[in-house]
């Protein structure tokens, strides 16, 4: 099972599971892969913000899983250390602007304010605008160090 991120004309993102490559290419071929949000057939892969890809031992040896085969005790292990390295990085390189995120983000992007990275938080709305803008923001579920467990 291969998790490609998509994104409509629109920019709405969502993401699509395919048995293979070219399964997903034979389906958005064929008019049927469409967004979830708008309904609409112009389709695109798009860049994945977090790749969690096997050991290397994994890679060596193949296995062939079936679709509903549930993650290992193992996979979700290091699914959920990737997760927190990648919270930890975030919370420790970006700086924290809190609700004013959207105008912070504007002023960046304008070049009204230095360049860099920054987190906080925004409506729904407010996110929506940012992207209609053309500024690239991404959503992370909100999390303190010491949620990580």
Not at 90 to 114: K, M, Q, S, T, W
Not at 115 to 134: D, F, H, K, P, Q
């Amino acid at each position: 099972m291969i998790i490609f991120d998509l994104a409509c004309q629109h920019d709405h993102q969502f993401e699509g599971w395919f048995q293979s490559r070219e399964d997903f290419d034979s389906q958005l071929a064929s008019g049927l892969v469409s967004c979830p949000h708008c309904g609409s057939l112009e389709v695109r892969r798009v860049p994945s913000t977090v790749h969690l890809g096997r050991s290397d031992t994994q890679v060596d040896s193949p296995r062939r899983e079936s679709p509903a085969a549930a993650p290992t005790v193992d996979q979700r292990a290091g699914a959920l250390q990737a997760f927190r390295h990648l919270t930890e990085m975030l919370l420790a390189n970006c700086e924290d602007v809190g609700a004013d995120f959207a105008a912070e983000a504007r002023r960046i992007h304008y070049v009204e304010a230095p360049e860099r990275s920054i987190r906080g938080v925004a409506t729904a709305e407010e996110y929506a605008e940012l992207l209609e803008e053309g500024i690239e923001v991404f959503r992370v579920q909100r999390v303190k160090p010491g949620d990580l467990h």
